[in-house]
Each structure stands twice: as structure tokens, then as C-alpha cells.
């Protein structure tokens, strides 16, 4: 750069704002993550009062000019010059990696070298020199970055508060100082050694701002370093990667000595694999040396081995040349080989020990000169260490020989102690490295077959190899973790605590296996506040948002696309377009022309930014992760992101019309981006009643949700009040499929939709409006408002003398009846609508859901119930029958649910089992919450009573959670007097007790009955396994059971209710009593002889005939 004491003010500012000939050219105007550094000069007023202004303007000058010196080594861009201020953006134009550690590098840089300006600057006066001093202020945050201004003056300038906050900041800060915010604070913490200013109040600042002072650089000098610090994340899915790895080694340690070059992009665990390693060989007592490229000195020749060495010699910041020199001089001695005497006079640079610091070995003589001579001027040269005039002879090469002679002194001293024991020598981030590293590399690689020795070399996939293969050299690329791993690293990350599976699906969804992008997007969550830690896992705080990026991952990922120039634009179409796109597609809205395009998409995969399937026209593309789309999305302005979306929308209609109908979600997605309400709103209905034809409910909720929270916004009018009760009819059936009919939220939307029909008088809807709102009360156990509510339907059915609703009337009658207990009734209501059932008429109705299959279910229950056993086995299998016929998973689930209830009334433990596992499968794969409790519980229960008691306890408890969780309560006593007997089975009999006890009470609250006789029952049994039993309270639970199974007629109940005190009975010696008690009631049966209950009853009989007979 030139000097600043010949460069005119205006040429002068033009050269320090005006980016380099690589930076690429920045959009109009876009969105991104920015760290801001303004940086103000100390005492400007007083020193132009003290300051002819010619001096003044030199003094400024070289302030100016030093400091950009600084600012561009790390890549900065100075946006304005403000007189003594500076504001410097850093992450625009050009983003990397690291952002927010430049800006504080930098800022320390500014402070250093203004010590080293003011030894040149003028006097004040006779006794006193200029001394510059700087307040800097750093923030990240959000901006608009763009072109500003008019009439022949503009400037490209960030908006938002960022560039504010840094310069209030700034403000606070002592000279000499760097203050940086707590969003800039929470990317660089590790690397600086930093003092907590606590919250300050900022002048135009709404909130409090925490602030931090930067007290220097820590010794971290990577990520890995800073993760080390507070503790690593155990490695996750890399068992072949180290298995491989240790192969080398052990090779290496026999002399064949190897190399590998660990590929994979930033985040995906080179690093950490390689750290693995490096452990490994340490605990086995060899040497394990990391030598790390850096982003800041990528043209600074040899930089890793300087590094390396400084460290390997110890230097420390207060060493002197002196002292430097010796412990370099002693690390030579150490090899044995005699230091040459200084001369004129000079001592050999003073005693000592240097028993840690690794000797060099003998350097190998070329052309008669001595080496040690020459070991010393070399590597004292290299590392910046001066020697003492006539200490040592001068080397007498050319720049290009000392070159050389230079690497092999490190080639040298690299493999010195190969000699001594086998290395490890890690090599970080090629892709960073300088011309002169690689070609020692490839000396070192020349030499690496014959010494005990593997180097382990990582770097990114763009970085490309300068040497030639060889048979000792080996690449390992790293890919993505798979859904488990991600799962597993995510319980570690936790504390093995489980995060809600709605959270968990949408880490898995965005990080795409990337080890760095899990971390940070779960450290993420546990920090926002989207979840509270309970016992053994998180909750939500309230409704899950789509995660937003991470700020720390934003500055990495947009430097990926600012690398691409060009492919940006058509990256940020395709982020626009989604996840997955089409070429013909994106050709279409994509105003460029082809060959642009084909070009832009080329360079986006040879950067491994987009994946390519098939080629052009017909070529698929897809964005390797989910949050490089986001960034790429991100950084458009919303008025132009409206804009794309329009032109997509636009595209999609005129030239891809298929996509109306097979992909109605896509159109409303891009016109509810657009901002075009009503052209969106239609699309989202229509994509809604579409999922829910296809029994894909879930994405059915999601977009009629959608389409009615856009909706409000449009004016009241009876269209929108139309189209809104169609909606909201259509979501609450999907509603009831993924949340169940007793969700809160499934009754708000039928609650709306009522609301809708009295307003609109449409009484076609209304019936299916009460129809659904019948089914939430009954599902809460709000039965005695369901009855009404069913009662108004089957009153509207008979009105409207259509067989369709007429069936589902009688239905939801008999349904009501039979938990209610009532089912005499219950049968007449439910033999109707089977009377009246057909597929067709079940599929005229409009927002319901199919009938057949829990019509049938509800009339086996009754029947078995009423002493059918066999008639009830017959509806069963006309309902499996439908449940094939009708072929859709929802119907299949729930009808294993049903099968499984009705397997176990007639005790047919093995066939519950199997129809309730196959509920549960179902269920689970397609997410339907209101079977998964369900399932879980039938398939406990029938572990329990074929032996396996403890885990069916467990399942059973699982199972009642779950469908607890649903809001439904119809079937919770049965449920709790179920998990009661299961208890006492496994001796847990006290507990049975209480869980009966609760049973009794949601049975009373509820008005469910219609298994009262059992609960009763069931108590009595567990009152006579009590240690010691209670007789008499068992017996009156037995004939409390036959109270309540005569008086409603459920002679299934009373039989058993009649065996259990019948045995009681015997015990007792009242046999005969017994006998007639039991004999009663078994004569009544004419069919299920060959069930479990008629069988033990029959059993007893025989037994008590023979007692008394």
C-alpha cells in the first residue's frame, strides 16, 4: 500500500472503502448476519488544538492508514471513513467462517499498531510526543447492506440497529480498549480472554445491552480447542473411520510409514476425529503433533511450521531475541552436535536446561558447508529471531536456495523424532494452506514410506492435492450421520434427556447429519427458551416455531455462497423455489439466460452446495443441507423474496398446469409468499381436502391451518364465511385423525364451524358440524353433552330422510348408549345403522370420516357384552373385512385397536397381541397419535396375562399416558381396573387397589358404565389377594357387580361376577349356594361354549356337582 503521507484526503478514502480486485461484486441490496466495528480515535479535538493542521492531516493520515493496513489483513470492508472514525463491516461483501473473531482481531491489531505508529509520529511540544489511542465497538446482528444515497454520491451501507449499537458501544469503551456486545460475544467466546461489563443502557437503544471487554487472545486456536475447554461432545457414528485410522497407525509404528487426507466439508468432524486419534496415540506414549493452517495466513509462507516450532521452542511474548535464540541454539546442542563459538567476543547465549524442548537433528552437509552453521541462521531467520552481528558466518545463498535449504532444515527437524518414536503428525485445514506448506508437505510425503510416522492431513472438499498418488497415501472422506446417530448425539447433547419428537424431527430435518450443525442447533434450543427441563426430559413452552438458523452457523454458511460470485443469484432462486427443484423450473423463473444458469447450477455442485440427479433438461437439484437454503434465503430483502415467489407462481400456473391438481400446496405457498392472499387461499384448501383424500392428515393440518390464518386477514364477507366453515370442517376431521377427537384443538375447529353454519344457515354442514362435536364429548367423557348433541343429530337425520346421515345418527346414538351402560338400547340404535350402512353412503357425507369400521367395533362390544360371545366374533370379522376393503392406514389402525379389545373380552390373549402390535406399527410410522396409546396398552395387557407381568405393567402405564395425553377419558376407568388386575398379578396389590379407586372415580365424573359390574369385580379379586384377605368387603364387591351386570342386562359381566363368588362361595363351604348361583346364569348362554369364560364356568360347575353331589 502507499504511503499515506503521499496520497491526496479523497484518493485516499477511495482506496481504503474501495474493495479488492477478488471481492466479489454485491448485490443491490440483501439481508445478511454483519459484525460492525467502529473504531474512533481518542482526543481528536484536543489534538487539533494542539496540531498545526498540516500535521494534524498527516497524523490522521497515518492513523487512517494503519488502521486499514490491519483491517485488511483480516478481510474487512471499511465502509465509511468519519473523519477519526471508522465503521468497518466484516461478513459483507464477502462472509467467512470467522467474522466475528476478525472484527475483534482486528480491533486488538488497531490498538498494537498504534503503539508502533506513535514511536513515528511528531512532537506536541518540547517534551511531549502524539500519542494515538482508539475506543473500538463491536455488534453482530441483522442488516439490510445495500446502496444508499443520490445525486452522484452513494455509498453501500448497512441498515438496522447493528451499526448503531457498535457505535454506542464504542462509546463506552476506555482508550484502548475493545468492547464488543453479547451477540458478538456468544461467537467468539473461547478464542478472547474477556471481562463482563454487565448490561449497559444505550443511548437510542430500547433494551439493555450486556457488554464485554476484550482482554487479548485466549490460547484456543480452533473450535475444537474452545469445545475442549468446557467438554467434548463424545464422537458419534465413526467406529470405521477410527478402525481404519488405527490400521494406518499401527502400520506407520512398524516402519511403513503412511498418509491420509481426511476430506469433508467445514463442521462434519474432521477435527474431532483426528483429536480421537491424537488421544489414542498419546495414551500409548508416542508423539502426537497438530500443526493448523489459518484462515488469516493464507499467504503467509510456512505459517503452520512456524507456528509449530514457536511452540515446540516454548516462546512466550516476553522472551527476548536473546532468549529465543538460546533456547533455538540448546534444541540444536541437544542433538549432540557442537554449537559454532560466536564470535567478536559474543557468548553462546547463556545457560540453562531445554530438557523439553525437542532437539533438531543433524542437518545433512551440501556443497562442503558447514550445517550447523547454517542450522542456526536458517531456522533463527524463519522464526523472525535476530542474530547478533558476526555471531554466526552469513548465509551465502540466493532467496531461492535458502528457500530450499529452508524446507529441508524443517523436513529435518519434522521427522527428528521419528528417531526417537513413532508420530503422529496432524496437519489442519489444507484448504488454508500456503504455496510453501504444501510443497514441504510433499517433501515430507517423499519421505514418509521409510519413517515410523502417519500424517494425518484434513481439508475441505474444494482443496485438491498438488502431489501425485502413491501407494502409502490413502483419502478418507467423511460423510453425513445417519438419523440414529443424529438421535443419539442429540440425547448426549442433552444430558440424555429426551427432547419432544416434534423438536427432535425438525434438528434431524435441518442439520442433515452435519456434527456442527447439531450441536449448535440443540444448544440453540436449550438457550431460547422453546423448552423447560422436566425429570428425565424437555417440554415445550408453547407452540414449536420453524427453528431459525443459529447465529453462530450464519457467517460459515453464507461464505459459501459469497464464494460462488455468480451462482449466488441462481442459488437464491433455488432457495426459493424450496429444498428439492427441477431444471425446467428453475430455467423458467430464473431471468438469465441458459448458458448463465447451466453455469450457475455447475458451479453450485462442483462446490457440493446442490446435489444434480439426471442432466439438463431433466435434472433434479436439491440443497445439500436444509440451512444452506435458509442462508441463501435469508439473504434476499422480503420485497424481493415477494417478488420471486410471484414470478414462480406465475411460471408454475402458465407452464407446469399439472401442478394445480398434484401439487395445489406448492401454488399456495409461493402466492402466500408472494403477499397474494386471495390467489393463495383457494390453493390451500384445496391442497388440505387433497391430503386428506390421500389419508395424509398430518400435512392435511398444516396446510387448511394455513389457509385459515391467511384467511383472516381478508374482509368479512359470506364468501370468506363459506369458504372458512368448509375449512374448518375439513381440518377438524384431519384434526381427529392426528390429535384425536378429544384434542382441544379438534373441538375448537368443529366449535368454529358450528358458529359458522347458524351464521351462513347452512344445515347440510351442520349435521356434520354436531356429528364431530358429538364425538369430541364423548372421546372427553363429557357424555351426558354428547347425548344431546346426538340426539339433535339423529332428530336432523329423520328430517332430512336421507339414509346417509340417518345411519351415522343411529350410530352415534348407540355409541353414546353403550358407554353410558345403557345396551339394550345401544344394540336397537347400532343394528340400525348397520342396517342402513354401505361404503357409498358412509362417503357421501361431507367432512366425516368412514363408519363402517367403529360401527361394527361398537356393536361386537355391546354384544359380547349383552352374552353374544359368538355374534360379537362375527362383527369382528366384518370389520376387519371393511378395514381391508377400505385399505387406508387409518382405518387399519384403528381396527387392530378394536380387534384387540374384543380379543381380549373373550381371552384370547395371543390374537390381541398380534392385531394390537400391528395397530401399534401402523400407527407409529403414520403418526396417529390417538392409536399409538391405544395399541401400546393392548399389547401390555396381553404380556401381562401370558406371564411377561412386569413389562406389560409398564406397557400398560405407556399405553394410558399416551391416550391420556389426547384428552380422552370415555375409556379410562376400563383402562385404569385393567392395569389394576395386571398389577395384582405381579403382587403389586396395594397399588391395584388405588389405581381401582381412581378407576371408580373417573368412571363416576365421567358417566362411562359400561364395564361398572367388572371394576367392581376386579376389586373384589384384588381384595382377597391382600395379605390378609378381606372377605366380606370382596363379597359385597361381588354382588355389586351382579347388582349392576343384571341391571344392565350384560350377562357377560354377570357370568364372571358369578364364577369369582361362586369360588369365594366354595372356599367358605357354601357350595350348594354356589352351585345355583353359577348354574343360573351359565344356563341362560346358547352360544361361545368353546370361549374361556364358559369354559371355566362350565369347569366349576362340574366341580362344585361334585362337592355337594
Same mark, same amino acid.
Given at each position: 500500500?502507499q ?26 441490496a ?16 484536543s489534538?487539533?488544538?494542539q ?19 490491519? !483491517?485488511?489483513?483480516f ?56 500519542a ?26 448497512a ?12 462509546g ?6 475493545v468492547?464488543?456486545?453479547a ?17 449497559q ?24 480447542d ?9 464422537? $458419534? ?51 502426537? !503433533? ?23 521452542l ?40 531445554a530438557?523439553?524442548?525437542? #532437539? ?16 542456526? #541462521? ?13 555471531r ?56 514418509? #514410506? ?5 500424517m ?8 485438491? #492435492?498438488p502431489?501425485a498418488p ?6 478418507l ?30 434438528v ?19 438457550e431460547?427458551?422453546? $423448552?423447560w ?12 416455531p ?6 453462530t ?16 443469484a441462481?442459488?437464491q ?88 391438481e ?16 386471495e390467489?393463495a ?13 390421500r ?41 381427529? $385423525?392426528v390429535?384425536?377427537?378429544a ?31 358429538r ?7 363429557e ?24 345411519m351415522?345418527?343411529?350410530? *352415534? ?34 367432512g366425516?370420516?368412514?363408519l ?21 366374533l362375527?362383527?369382528?370379522n ?7 376393503e ?10 387392530g ?56 405393567? $409398564?406397557?400398560?402405564?405407556? *399405553? ?25 398379578r ?15 372415580a373417573?368412571?363416576?365424573?365421567? *358417566? ?12 373384589g379379586?384384588?381384595l382377597?389377594?391382600q ?6 368387603k370382596?363379597e ?26 361362586s ?13 345355583d348361583?353359577?348354574a343360573?346364569i ?28
Amino acid at each position: 500500500m502507499q504511503s499515506a503521507r503521499t496520497i491526496p484526503p479523497e484518493e485516499q478514502a477511495a482506496t481504503l472503502a474501495t474493495p479488492s480486485p477478488t471481492t466479489p461484486h454485491p448485490p443491490d441490496a440483501e439481508r445478511r448476519q454483519l459484525t460492525v466495528m467502529f473504531c474512533d480515535l481518542v482526543g481528536s479535538t484536543s489534538l487539533s488544538e494542539q496540531l498545526d493542521p498540516e500535521d494534524l492531516r498527516e497524523v490522521v493520515r497515518a492513523y487512517q492508514q494503519t488502521c486499514a493496513e490491519v !483491517i485488511q489483513r483480516f478481510d474487512g470492508h471499511i465502509a465509511q471513513l468519519l473523519g477519526d472514525g471508522l465503521l468497518v463491516y466484516f461478513g459483507w461483501p464477502q462472509a467467512h467462517d470467522d467474522d466475528a473473531q476478525r472484527a475483534v482481531q482486528v480491533g486488538l491489531g488497531i490498538i498494537q499498531a498504534m503503539a508502533t505508529l506513535n514511536t513515528r509520529l511528531p512532537q506536541v511540544g518540547p517534551r511531549r510526543a502524539v500519542a494515538l489511542q482508539v475506543r473500538v465497538g463491536i455488534h453482530t446482528g441483522l442488516v439490510v447492506v445495500g446502496e444508499m444515497g443520490g445525486r452522484g454520491h452513494q455509498e453501500q451501507l448497512a441498515l438496522g440497529d447493528t451499526p448503531n449499537v457498535a457505535a454506542r458501544i464504542q462509546g463506552l469503551a476506555e482508550p484502548d480498549a475493545v468492547l464488543i456486545s453479547a451477540a458478538t460475544h456468544r461467537l467468539v467466546q473461547g478464542y478472547f480472554t474477556m471481562a463482563a461489563l454487565g448490561p449497559q443502557v444505550l443511548k437510542g437503544v430500547a433494551a439493555p445491552v450486556s457488554v464485554y471487554r476484550v482482554l487479548g487472545a485466549s490460547a484456543a486456536q480452533s473450535r475444537l480447542d474452545v469445545a475442549a475447554a468446557t467438554g467434548l461432545t463424545p464422537l $458419534v457414528g465413526r467406529e470405521p473411520e477410527v478402525a481404519l485410522l488405527l490400521e494406518r497407525w499401527a502400520q506407520s509404528k512398524a516402519g511403513l510409514g503412511q498418509v491420509v487426507l481426511l476430506s469433508g466439508e467445514g463442521g462434519i468432524g474432521k477435527s474431532r476425529l483426528a483429536e480421537v486419534l491424537r488421544q489414542r496415540v498419546v495414551s500409548e506414549g508416542s508423539l502426537g !503433533i497438530v500443526l493448523r493452517c489459518s484462515p488469516y495466513h493464507t499467504n503467509s509462507a510456512l505459517y503452520p511450521a512456524i507456528e509449530h516450532l514457536q511452540r515446540a521452542l516454548q516462546f512466550t511474548r516476553d522472551d527476548s531475541p536473546e532468549e529465543k535464540l538460546r533456547k533455538l541454539e540448546e534444541s540444536l546442542a541437544r542433538t549432540g552436535v557442537q554449537v559454532p563459538s560466536p564470535s567478536m567476543g559474543e557468548g553462546q547465549g547463556g545457560g540453562g536446561t531445554a530438557a523439553s524442548i525437542p #532437539p533438531i537433528p543433524t542437518f545433512p552437509r551440501q556443497g562442503g558447508r558447514d550445517p550447523q552453521g547454517e542450522m542456526v #541462521p536458517l531456522l533463527a531467520d524463519l522464526l523472525s529471531v535476530p542474530l547478533p552481528d558476526g555471531r554466526y558466518p552469513p548465509v551465502l545463498l540466493s532467496p531461492q536456495q535458502q528457500r530450499q535449504r529452508t524446507l529441508d532444515a524443517l523436513v529435518a527437524w519434522l521427522l527428528a523424532e521419528v528417531e526417537r518414536q513413532p508420530v503422529l503428525a496432524v496437519w489442519e485445514d489444507l484448504h488454508w494452506a500456503d504455496p510453501s506448506t504444501l510443497e514441504l508437505l510433499g517433501l515430507l510425503i517423499e519421505q514418509a #514410506p521409510t519413517a515410523r510416522m502417519l500424517m494425518l492431513v484434513t481439508a475441505r472438499p474444494e482443496f485438491r #492435492p498438488p502431489w501425485a498418488p502413491r501407494s502409502h497415501l490413502a483419502q478418507l472422506t467423511l460423510g453425513r450421520l445417519s438419523c440414529p446417530q443424529i438421535e443419539t448425539m442429540v440425547r448426549q447433547l442433552t444430558g440424555n434427556k429426551a427432547l419432544p419428537a416434534e423438536v427432535l424431527t425438525q434438528v434431524v430435518a435441518k442439520t442433515d447429519g452435519v456434527p456442527l450443525f447439531v450441536e449448535e442447533l440443540v444448544k440453540m434450543i436449550l438457550e431460547s427458551g422453546l $423448552v423447560w427441563e422436566e425429570a428425565d426430559r424437555y417440554a415445550l413452552t408453547g407452540p414449536l416455531p420453524p427453528l431459525a438458523m443459529p447465529a453462530t452457523l450464519q457467517d460459515s454458511l453464507m461464505a459459501r455462497l459469497d464464494r460462488m460470485a455468480t451462482a449466488r443469484a441462481v442459488a437464491q432462486f433455488g432457495a426459493v423455489l424450496g429444498r428439492e427443484f427441477a431444471y425446467e423450473l428453475i430455467r423458467g423463473v430464473v431471468l438469465m439466460d441458459e448458458a448463465t444458469v447451466q453455469h450457475g447450477l455447475a458451479q453450485l455442485v462442483e462446490a457440493e452446495l446442490l446435489y444434480q440427479r439426471g442432466r439438463p433438461p431433466q435434472a433434479r437439484y436439491r440443497f445439500k443441507h436444509a440451512l444452506i437454503q435458509e442462508a441463501a434465503y435469508q439473504s434476499l430483502l422480503k420485497s424481493t423474496r415477494q417478488q420471486y415467489h410471484q414470478r414462480v407462481a406465475q411460471v408454475l400456473t402458465g407452464q407446469f398446469p399439472e401442478i394445480i391438481e398434484t401439487q395445489p400446496e406448492l401454488l399456495a405457498h409461493h402466492y402466500t409468499e408472494a403477499g397474494l392472499t386471495e390467489q393463495a387461499i383457494p390453493y390451500w384448501q384445496r391442497a388440505g381436502e387433497r391430503s386428506r383424500a390421500r389419508s395424509a392428515d398430518v400435512e392435511a393440518v398444516a396446510h387448511l391451518t394455513q389457509g385459515l390464518a391467511i384467511l383472516q386477514t381478508l374482509p368479512n364477507t359470506p364468501m370468506r364465511t363459506q369458504r372458512e366453515l368448509d375449512m374448518q370442517l375439513a381440518l377438524g376431521r384431519a384434526l381427529a $385423525v392426528v390429535k384425536g377427537f378429544a384434542a382441544p384443538e379438534t373441538g375448537q375447529a368443529y366449535a368454529r364451524a358450528r358458529e359458522l353454519c347458524h351464521q351462513v344457515g347452512d344445515s347440510a354442514r351442520l349435521f356434520a358440524v354436531l356429528v364431530g362435536l358429538r364425538e369430541f364429548y364423548l372421546n372427553r367423557g363429557e357424555l351426558h353433552t354428547a347425548r344431546e348433541l346426538a340426539e339433535a343429530c339423529l332428530s336432523l337425520a329423520q328430517r332430512q330422510h336421507d339414509p346417509a346421515p340417518l345411519m351415522r345418527a343411529h350410530f *352415534g346414538l348407540g355409541s353414546i348408549l353403550y358407554f353410558l351402560g345403557e345396551l339394550i338400547p345401544a344394540r336397537t340404535h347400532l343394528a340400525q345403522a348397520i342396517a342402513l350402512y354401505t361404503p357409498q353412503q358412509d362417503r357421501a357425507l361431507i367432512g366425516q370420516a368412514p363408519l363402517g369400521v367403529p360401527c361394527f367395533a361398537r356393536a361386537a362390544g355391546t354384544l359380547w357384552r349383552l352374552g353374544y360371545p359368538d355374534q360379537a366374533l362375527a362383527r369382528l370379522n366384518e370389520l376387519l373385512t371393511l378395514a381391508q376393503e377400505l385399505t387406508d392406514a387409518y382405518n387399519l389402525a384403528r381396527a387392530g385397536v378394536y380387534a384387540a379389545e374384543v380379543h381380549h373380552l373373550r381371552r384370547e390373549w395371543s390374537a390381541a397381541q398380534g392385531q394390537a402390535e400391528a395397530s401399534l406399527a401402523l400407527s407409529t410410522a403414520q403418526a396417529f397419535v390417538h392409536w399409538v396409546g391405544p395399541g401400546t396398552f393392548w399389547r401390555g395387557w396381553a404380556l401381562a396375562v401370558q406371564g411377561q407381568g412386569e413389562e406389560g405393567v $409398564v406397557q400398560m402405564q405407556q *399405553g394410558l399416558a399416551a391416550r391420556q395425553a389426547t384428552g380422552n377419558m370415555v375409556s379410562r376407568a376400563e383402562y385404569l381396573a385393567l392395569l389394576a388386575e395386571a398389577e395384582g398379578r405381579i403382587g403389586q396389590t396395594e397399588a391395584g387397589l388405588c389405581r381401582l379407586a381412581e378407576a371408580l372415580a373417573a368412571m363416576a365424573k365421567t *358417566g362411562s358404565r359400561y364395564d361398572e359390574a367388572e371394576l367392581y369385580r376386579i376389586k373384589g379379586k384384588l381384595l382377597l389377594q391382600q395379605a390378609v384377605p378381606d372377605e366380606p368387603k370382596a363379597e359385597a364387591c361381588f354382588q355389586q357387580a351382579l347388582v349392576i351386570a343384571r341391571r344392565q342386562q350384560a350377562k357377560s359381566w354377570e357370568l364372571r361376577a358369578a364364577v369369582s363368588l361362586s369360588r369365594l362361595w366354595q372356599q367358605q363351604g357354601r357350595r350348594k349356594e354356589a352351585h345355583d348361583l353359577l348354574a343360573a346364569i351359565y344356563g341362560w348362554f346358547t352360544e361361545g361354549f368353546d370361549t374361556a369364560d364358559l369354559q371355566e364356568a362350565k369347569a366349576l360347575l362340574t366341580e362344585l356337582r361334585t362337592c355337594f353331589g
